[in-house]
Nanobody
Framework: QVQLVESGGGLVQPGGSLRLSCAASGSIFSVNAMGWYRQAPGKQRGLVARITSSGTTNYADSVRGRFTISRDNAKNTVSLQMSSLKPEDTAVYYC??????????????WGKGTQVTVSS
């Protein structure tokens, strides 16, 4: 069994910064791509940023240049540094990871989500 636990959400003023973190634990052989998705009320969940095990990153156009994703492969963690936050960044942010077990089967896991609210 694998768990993804997010932390770091909260309320921040427009223009502010926030850092999200996610830790994977459990029956893990290897962690492939990790990423962050978000879902605002009334909208579909969409990709924010993604990072492969070798460090290749991609970002949604709406956050490129403001958000930075990083990971620590030794600790199976992924972080999202968010800067210059805008009200439209308000959403529930979900951690996602593609993880292989000891049999090398890979599964897609999701965290429970953490609320980010950008408001004055």
């Amino acid at each position: 069994q694998v768990q993804l636990v997010e932390s770091g959400g909260g309320l921040v003023q427009p223009g502010g910064s926030l850092r999200l973190s996610c830790a994977a634990s459990g029956s893990i052989f290897s962690v492939n791509a990790m990423g962050w998705y978000r879902q605002a009320p009334g909208k579909q969940r969409g990709l924010v940023a993604r990072i492969t095990s070798s460090g290749t990153t991609n970002y949604a156009d709406s956050v490129r240049g403001r958000f930075t994703i990083s990971r620590d492969n030794a600790k199976n963690t992924v972080s999202l540094q968010m800067s210059s936050l805008k009200p439209e960044d308000t959403a529930v942010y979900y951690c996602n990871a593609n993880i292989a077990d000891a049999s090398l089967y890979t599964y897609n896991y999701w965290g429970k989500g953490t609320q980010v609210t950008v408001s004055s």
